[in-house]
Each structure stands twice: as C-alpha cells, then as structure tokens.
C-alpha cells in the first residue's frame, strides 16, 4: 500500500480517527470535509496508486436535505473514478438506516452502495455501516442532547422511546476502522459490508434511564413526535471478527459527561471540545 487518505477528517469521527491512527504509527492525509468540492477533488488527483482513501464526508447527515444528499452523491462519484483511476481501496462510512430509514442521508447511503456495484472488480470498496455513534465532541444525538438537558437544566424531547438501538462509542468506532485499514494494509479479504457497533441493543428509555441512574442526575423529559422515518430496531450483525469493543455503555456515557462537564468549566456554556483518551477497559 502508498498512502492513507481521509476525506472529512475534521468531522466528529474523523478527528478520532487521525488520532487513532496516528497512535498506531499511520500517517494519514487529511482533507478536510468543510473545503468546497472542487478543492477537495484537487487533493485527491495526486492520489498515489494501490492506496487507501477513506471516505467520511456527508452533509446531508448534517442538513437533512435532499439537495445536500445529491450533492455527496456527485463527489462520491468523483472518488470513486479516482480510485479507479490509481488502483486504490475505498473505505466508506455508510448508516445503519441503510437497513429501514428513509432520511435524505439514509438515501445517501443506500444509493452510495448502488454506486459502489458499479464500480465492482474495478474497485475495491467495504462499507462500514456505523451504528448509534456517541462520544465528547459531539454535535447532536440523543446521548449529546441528554447530557445537554442535565447541564443545562433544559429539557429533554423524547421520540420513539421504545426504538433500539447500538450505541457506540466514538473511540471504538476510531479503533474499529483502525483495524479495518490493518486489515487492508496485510491484503485480508474484507466483505463488502461491515457494520460498526457492539452488536448489542439498547431501549432509547432505557438508555435515559440508565443515564440517570449512572450520573444521579434527574432529567426533564416531554414526548415529542414520533419518528417515522427511521428502523424500529438498529442492532449491529456483520461485526470484524475478533474486535471488541473497550467501552460499555455505561463507562462511554461516563467518559463522555466527564469532557461535556470539564468543557463547560475551562470555556463556558455552549462549548465543545475534541478531547480524545480511554477511560479504564471495561467489559462490553
């Protein structure tokens, strides 16, 4: 293999991800999600051949739009063509709605593997359909949004409170793809589709719960709408055989309040930090 290139790497996930390679000796080139098209097309059409590119880029994650949706489409097409063009292996962050949603990135992501088939025996590409992903830096999920109401003293919108889900924390999910990128670098076979999560569901009811009985902090929770648009149950099967993953939900919502708390007291309100380090192991 030449080179290790990440597209999005500023992202929540991919701040986790640089680090955690660079902890295992990798040096990866960052390009970074927030530049315009064209500017991260140019980063990549020095692409050296037989490498990695790692693909983590969506706005439509972010936007919820359809137009956004198109738009990820366009430049993973583009990406795909240079990886075919330098004979290189595409690792692409897909979602675990792929199985039933319906969101505008869900859509993003099933058509993405659509995409890829077109590309097959020409490219080498795994999916990596990442689960409930939570952890210190986050900018919304439901962990985030409960850890906010709590030191906020704010109020919790709860929807569909019976859904299940995997949640994972961000570290494993860095660890994960690290051993991904391992796997590549020794030419294992990868299958097509690999799925980032501890393979253990969680009630969303449950999880507050449990948030609250881990840090003895009370949380105001109103019903909110129901979701229509996402699967019932979202529970990771095609896990890397041999990983586990080191933080249980309970030691994850722990570190991860930990960081949101010291935020709050060196920056003040509001703010967040990247602040990467394993709590103790704990059994998952």
């Known amino acids: 293999m030449s080179k290790l290139y990440i597209v ?14 660079r902890n295992s000796r990798y ?13 991260v097309l140019d980063k990549l059409t020095s692409v050296e051949s037989n490498s990695i590119i790692i693909y983590l880029a969506s706005r439509s994650q972010h936007t919820h739009k359809v137009e956004s949706a198109i738009s990820d489409l ?15 292996t595409m690792l692409v962050a897909s ?50 949004r409960a850890i906010t109401s709590i030191l906020d003293k704010s109020t919790l919108i709860v929807s569909s409170g019976h859904f299940i889900r995997d949640w994972i924390h961000v570290s494993d999910v860095a660890t994960y793809i690290t051993q991904v990128v391992n796997q590549v670098y020794n030419r294992k076979p990868l299958p097509p589709v690999l799925h980032i999560g501890t393979g253990r569901g969680l009630p969303v ?39 586990k993953p080191e933080f249980n ?6 570190w991860t309040y930990l960081s949101y708390e010291k935020s709050r007291r060196t920056e003040g309100p509001g703010t967040e930090v990247f602040e990467q380090g394993v709590a103790q192991k704990a059994s998952a």
């Open 74 to 88: 366009q430049v993973l097409s583009d990406v795909f063509e240079i990886a075919k063009q330098s004979g290189s």
């Open 8 to 21: 999005g790497s500023s992202g929540f996930i991919g701040q986790h991800l640089v680090q955690s390679l």
């Open 95 to 144: 979602s675990s709605a792929v199985s039933g949603g319906n969101t505008p990135y869900a859509c993003f992501a099933k058509c993405a593997e659509i995409l890829a088939a077109h590309y097959k025996g020409k490219v080498r590409t795994c999916f990596l359909r990442i689960y409930s992903v939570y952890g210190p830096g986050q900018h919304d999920n439901l962990i985030h």
């Open 27 to 39: 040096n990866p080139i960052c390009v970074d999600d927030g530049d315009p098209k064209a500017e």
């Open 205 to 243: 009811n449950t999880a507050i719960d449990l948030i609250e009985e881990m840090l003895d902090k009370k949380i105001q929770k109103v019903m909110g709408s129901p979701i229509v648009n996402e699967p019932v149950v979202s529970v990771a099967q095609k896990i890397l055989q041999g990983w």
């Open 249 to 254: 939900f309970e030691s994850g919502v722990s």
